[in-house]
């Protein structure tokens, strides 16, 4: 008698693309939200922050982040909006308030 073993794979990509620019819109893993993925100057930028805070703040593991291509690091922008509302209560990624 043979015995047939089945092995199923399932994988999961997602691809990035980019205009110019703009800030995508994508999903983050870590929030499970759809959201903008912004450069660490964007994400400084909007949070009125210092490129290096922001890089900071991603070492310490308080912003979602994703890296592609081994140099390029995304920012989920639901997570810089959560910590500058944490932050002061007030300010969102826009900076309204």
């Keep these: 008698m043979k015995c047939r073993t089945t092995i199923t ?7 990035t693309i980019r205009h110019g620019n703009r800030p995508v819109a994508s ?3 870590f929030c499970h939200a759809r959201t903008m ?3 660490p100057d964007e994400a400084a930028a909007a ?10 703040l991603i070492e310490a593991g308080s912003l979602h982040f994703v890296e592609i291509g ?9 997570s810089l909006d959560l910590r500058s509302i944490a932050a002061d209560g007030v300010r969102n990624i826009k900076g309204d308030s």
């Design 47 to 56: 949070s009125g922050q210092s490129r290096l805070e922001i890089e900071r």
């Design 37 to 39: 993925l912004l450069t």
């Design 9 to 15: 794979v399932e994988t999961w990509q997602q691809i």
């Design 27 to 29: 999903f983050c893993e």
């Design 70 to 78: 081994g140099s390029h690091i995304f920012i989920c922008s639901n």
